[in-house]
């Protein structure tokens, strides 16, 4: 898959998990989600199924950052996989909540 | 991006939450959801390029938003104060439009739009009409909102908020989802404000089910506020005050509901938030400080900061108040010089900021921002040492004074130390002999005096000489506008006259 950019939209090839990209790093990343690699939106699915030691889902609205922290996607759409990049799995971005504003 | 992205994970999450009420309304995220589809599918048969509301806040707001940002075109949400002329001319500037209106303006405007509608009508349809499969463009560079600035200075210019602004604003400043079940949501600021659009975008992202006010009354603020346990809500410095003066002689305002009070869109005197807060002992005070241009908050004053404040007796502690506190994490703030060099804390300059959420675009104009990115508010301000900001005013207010830089705001905050002003308004008159000369007028409390001499004897002890107003005049009040801003053109314009 290409660079991953800034507002773009990628998803599952295995099930229903769908990000936005919120912030990536300037090199090529990887990014797996229930055992396969992502696709981009309109792509189509390959056919791969999930993996069963990448089952634990995904949860619409969190964020998932990896370890360096440069990467960080929105849940737009959840589903069963678990997501990874860099051989490593991603992590849920604690909420750091600011007061409402308005 | 796409702000239908965000009522789509609203819709998903919490779909059978309720998401808006009004007297006679109550919608949850589906149904806005399945609304603004079917507003949509109408506006894109209609062929119309805007989809425009003048109207006061009601249900038809958040559907006609979201419906504009299915349908691909720009929201315009119109100043519903506007009659006649002026109103033509916006109009004119947006055509064709798809125009949502109260019904008593909706004949009266019938050759002045592609289509115009009703509120009651847009909502019925858009509720019994069938929703159209998903489908909207992502091209984060599409235009969402337009909104007309308040022309306070001039012809209206039109502020161009397209979907990345908006978005990155929301995921920058909320949580998805974050308020609990019964959470609610007091909007009293018009559609045509950004206050306005952000509390919507806001609150359906945070799950926060949103009571509408469509014209503030201190008063109805406060039984709705009762009546609906309203948990949250949004207020304009001339709110506030007439609330705190409402509520009168009392020791708590009694509204148990009310966890946390924001603030914004104007400068709040110090005694009024002071007031505030002992009057609603157990509210968390925010003041938020952004603009159109902006996406609506840049900065944030939380209630860390004002229960920190107000329980310090160090002056300079205490002095964040008035602050309209630090920038948000996902943006950067400089103060510079009039040569756009940086400057340090403590020192007065222009305010500069940076971040995903903002455009500084105008209509017709193209974009203010400078090529990395800055945005040059016009506003003027400082820095402390540990980011904390201060408004000064805005920098075409500044007074020039035989070269010397003099700001409005630094007077009046003087100026209203004396117990005896209730408000004041400082502006540059044109003088034979130093170009601009000092003018205050000057609105007193009720039963109180004071001479024109000790006035100026206040300013002179307390800022050097070239300060002090050479004229001042006595009103029974300053000239608002109906979103709270000071309008001092009006200001001037007596001075010129008198």
Known sequence: MAQLKPGSRIRSDVCDTEMMVIAAPDSDLEVICGGAPMIELNAEPSGATLADDAAEGTQLGKRYVNEAGDLELLCTKPGKGSLGAGGAPLQVKGAKPLPASD | ?498
């Open chain 2, 1 to 498: 991006m796409n702000l239908m992205m965000l009522l789509e994970m609203a819709s998903q999450g919490f779909g059978s939450r309720r998401g808006i009420e009004s007297e006679d309304t109550a919608l949850s995220y589906e149904e806005i959801f399945r609304a603004a589809g079917a507003a949509a599918e109408e506006v894109r048969r209609s062929g119309a390029k805007h989809l425009a509301l003048l109207d006061v806040s009601s249900p038809a707001v958040p559907v006609a938003l979201f419906a504009a940002a299915w349908a691909g075109v720009p929201f315009v949400p119109l100043n519903y104060r506007l009659t006649g002329d002026e109103l033509h001319a916006l109009l004119a500037r947006i055509e064709p439009a798809y125009l949502v209106t109260e019904p008593e303006r909706a004949d009266t405007l019938r050759d002045r739009a592609a289509i115009v509608t009703t509120r009651q009508d847009f909502l019925a349809a858009a509720r019994n009409n069938p929703t159209p499969e998903p489908s909207w463009s992502m091209d984060p560079d599409e235009i969402s909102i337009l909104l007309f600035t308040s022309g306070t200075t001039g012809t209206p210019k039109a502020a161009v908020l397209r979907h990345k602004h908006l978005v990155s604003y929301i995921l920058g400043s909320v949580e998805f989802g974050a308020a609990a079940e019964d959470d609610a949501v007091l909007v009293s600021v018009p559609p045509y404000h950004i206050a306005g659009m952000a509390s919507v975008l806001s609150s359906v992202y945070a799950g926060r089910r949103i009571v509408q006010l469509p014209n503030f009354d201190p008063a109805e603020w406060i039984s709705l506020a009762r009546d609906n346990a309203v948990s949250n809500a949004f207020v304009v410095p001339t709110m506030l005050s007439r609330i705190v003066e409402s509520l009168g002689d009392v020791d708590s305002a009694d509204m148990p509901a009310l966890r946390a009070l924001s603030y914004g869109g104007g400068k709040m005197p110090l005694a009024v938030i002071e007031r505030a807060m002992a009057l609603f002992p157990d509210t968390a005070f925010t003041n938020a400080y952004g603009l159109t241009e902006t996406s609506s908050t840049v900065t944030l004053l939380g209630p860390d900061d004002h229960r920190t404040a107000v329980a310090s007796d160090d002056p300079a502690m205490r002095q964040r108040l008035v602050s309209v506190g630090r920038a948000l994490p996902s943006i950067e703030i400089e103060i510079r010089n009039d040569e756009g060099e940086p400057l340090p804390p403590g020192e007065r300059g222009e305010i500069h900021v940076r971040g995903e959420q903002v455009s500084g675009e105008y209509l017709g104009r193209g974009s203010v921002l400078a090529a990395d990115g800055w945005f040059p508010t016009r506003d003027g301000g400082w820095l402390d040492e540990e980011g904390y900001l201060f408004l000064e005013g805005r920098v075409d207010d500044v007074i020039v004074r035989g070269g010397e830089n003099l700001s409005p705001g630094e007077i009046e905050d003087v100026l209203l130390e004396h117990p005896a002003v209730a408000d004041a308004a400082v502006v540059g008159i044109p003088d034979e002999e130093w170009g601009e000369a000092v003018a205050a007028a000057i609105a007193l409390k009720p039963g109180q005096q004071v001479t024109e001499a000790e006035l100026q004897e206040l300013v002179r002890q307390q800022l050097r000489s070239s300060r002090v107003p050479t004229r001042i005049v006595f009103k029974d009040e300053l000239p608002y506008n109906e979103t709270g801003k000071l309008l001092r053109r009006i200001v001037r314009a007596e001075f010129a006259q008198a």
